[in-house]
């Protein structure tokens, strides 16, 4: 088989360009990410950078006021998109932006009047507590701006583009990189890294809007539009998604947390590169795979036996992607953990990298072999189940974590085991009941016979 008819052969289909797309546009994303690290660390040093992802962890904290509503929106959009219903594809955006207004500001409120007390939790030094303070409710106003932008990548991906979300997505966070940067080198310290935060989401935003005009007449702040079915669809379908997300967005503060207050603030950007790196390697996999998502919510509206095969196969197909591309990597980053970290970080690599760094892998690769199972429970609107995995996960990490420093034997290798084991955990029950809803829906199935009469 020549090249190009092996490439036409993996581009003969949406879904397969929506899972290349991911894969390839990850992979630049995380190599300038990659570039970033070290030169983040350059400019600012473990403990400037250190007040920064505590930052960035409290701007996450914040958007869980967004109540899970991005994978609602894809759902919803690629059901509608299915039917070919135009208002509602239109109602569903319009009331998801009024909703995350509402909801972003009660946030920043919140925000506003409890920072003193939230700063104090990491038990900074008074330098760095009056930095943090003083971009605080800059980080504020930005979280609701993200609301806005996660609803039009939301859009897009539920409109069957993926791909075109995976571009303005990996291209924000190369452009955020870049600036952060740049504007570093000129001598802005952290601010730097807020201000090309904000630019770069106001890109991501524009290119949104711009590709989901060229699809469709759709807009998110149409009055008329606002609809109270589609609110209660929307809220529904999040609510489980909002439990998954506050469960995993308070376990890594959590971590945060105690590593500054029990082992220094110096070792957050080491939990910080080594889980993030992990991560991001992750997604290279993970941001094709997810495309599935929207895919079984279409064949999902209504369920028959070719829905159940097309699902199995959707599956299967993620399985095999995982096995083929990620278990080899996985490999090389676990017997060459230090020689890789050394290069990377240069004069700011220190010895306890890579063991951190392969007990994180052993976690995440483990999360991996469960995504396909948690993409197909989201696309049939399963959120319950995937808000029970993070209560598993977060329950192991915090019980590990607390069992720890009962025993004063919290460090940072240590931290890295329980993100592990937790992970290990969660994604066995997540591929469990994966299982048990293909059951359920096979042995719901009318008979063949009934199928037959009804299609006659």
């Not at 509602?88 to 007390?117: D, H, Y």
């Not at 990490?397 to 420093?405: A, E, G, H, P, R």
């Amino acid at each position: 088989m020549s090249l190009k008819s092996l490439a036409d052969k993996i581009l003969s289909s949406q879904l397969r360009i929506n899972i290349v797309t991911g894969m390839v546009t990850n992979i630049a994303a995380v190599a300038v990410t990659a570039i970033s690290y070290p030169l983040y660390l350059h400019f600012l040093g473990y403990e400037k950078y250190g007040v920064w992802l505590i930052l960035s962890t409290i701007m996450n904290i914040a958007q869980l006021s967004n109540l899970g509503l991005a994978p609602a929106v894809v759902k919803l959009v690629a059901e509608e998109y299915g039917r070919r219903n135009t208002h509602g594809i239109q109602s569903t955006l319009s009331s998801a932006t009024a909703i995350l207004i509402i909801s972003g500001c009660m946030a920043f409120i919140m925000l506003i009047l409890f920072r003193i007390q939230i700063i104090n939790l990491f038990k900074l030094t008074d330098e760095n507590a009056r930095i943090a303070l003083s971009l605080l409710p800059y980080m504020g106003l930005l979280t609701i701006y993200v609301f806005i932008v996660q609803v039009s990548s939301a859009t897009l991906s539920g409109l069957g583009r993926m791909d075109l979300a995976t571009y303005s997505d990996a291209g924000g966070r190369i452009l955020i990189s870049v600036l952060s940067l740049m504007l570093l080198y000129l001598g802005l310290d952290i601010r730097s890294m807020l201000i090309a935060s904000a630019l770069s989401y106001a890109i991501i935003h524009g290119v949104n809007v711009y590709l989901i005009h060229q699809l469709g007449d759709y807009s998110f702040y149409q009055t008329k539009n606002y609809n109270l079915q589609y609110v209660t669809k929307l809220l529904k379908i999040g609510s489980g998604m909002f439990g998954s997300s506050l469960i995993n967005i308070l376990v890594s503060p959590f971590n945060k947390i105690m590593i500054s207050r029990f082992i220094g603030v110096s070792s957050v950007p080491i939990y910080e590169i080594t889980y993030n790196s992990c991560m991001y390697i992750r997604s290279l996999v993970e941001s094709g795979i997810k495309a599935i998502s929207p895919e079984v919510s279409r064949v999902s509206a209504v369920i028959s036996p070719d829905a159940i095969k097309r699902i199995q196969q959707l599956n299967k197909l993620s399985l095999k992607t995982i096995l083929i591309i990620a278990a080899p990597l996985w490999i090389i980053l676990m017997v060459f953990a230090a020689p890789i970290l050394s290069t990377w970080l240069q004069n700011k690599y220190v010895g306890i990298l890579p063991v951190v760094f392969r007990a994180m892998l052993i976690g995440v690769f483990m999360n991996l072999l469960a995504v396909p199972a948690f993409y197909i429970l989201l696309g049939m609107g399963k959120t319950h189940q995937i808000f029970i995995s993070y209560v598993v996960q977060s329950f192991a990490n915090v019980m590990f974590v607390m069992s720890l420093i009962m025993i004063n034997r919290l460090n940072i290798v240590n931290m890295a085991y329980a993100v592990m084991v937790s992970m290990a955990v969660a994604s066995f029950y997540l591929v469990w009941q994966k299982r048990l809803l293909e059951k359920k829906l096979t042995d719901d199935m009318p008979p063949l016979s009934l199928l037959i009469k009804n299609q006659l």
